[in-house]
């Protein structure tokens, strides 16, 4: 597999899934992204299926699980680039995904990227109290 789909951009991952997974390349691309959330400390991990245009129950599990890795070990998910078949698989096969953002391409994103890291050290700053004299 191609260790460069996995990137880390400040507080985030960036992963771009490729088009032709294995269902060993899917188990070991989940394992590779929890790994890189305890070395990197992420906060949030953006997964882009925009190359992916097929799923089957095998690839929606794998979204489903990671997300819930992710989730358990503090960090939060962005799904882009979901195509229409995708989307379609997941929900036939009830695959909800609470707690997990989707957008239409990587562009929006990284905006609610940006926009969650300054709501999450704006709820720290407010945890921590006011400033002393």
């Not at 799923?55 to 070990?73: E, N, V």
């Not at 890291?117 to 002393?132: C, D, F, I, M």
Request: charged share 25%; glycine share 6%.
């Amino acid at each position: 597999m191609d260790y460069s789909a996995i990137q880390k951009l400040e507080n985030l991952l960036l992963v771009s899934v490729p088009r032709d997974l294995v269902d060993d390349d899917v188990i070991r691309m989940r394992r590779d992204i929890l790994q890189a959330v305890r070395k990197y400390n992420s906060q949030i991990v953006l997964l882009d299926f925009s190359q992916v245009d097929i799923c089957d129950s095998f690839f929606g599990r794998f979204i489903y699980s990671t997300a819930q890795m992710t989730k358990l070990m503090g960090a939060k998910i962005i799904l882009s680039g979901l195509q229409d078949a995708v989307i379609e698989t997941m929900v036939e096969l009830g695959m909800a995904l609470p707690d997990v953002d989707a957008v239409l391409d990587l562009d929006s994103a990284l905006a609610l990227s940006r926009a969650q890291a300054v709501q999450g050290s704006l709820v720290e700053g407010a945890a921590s109290g006011p400033p002393e004299a």
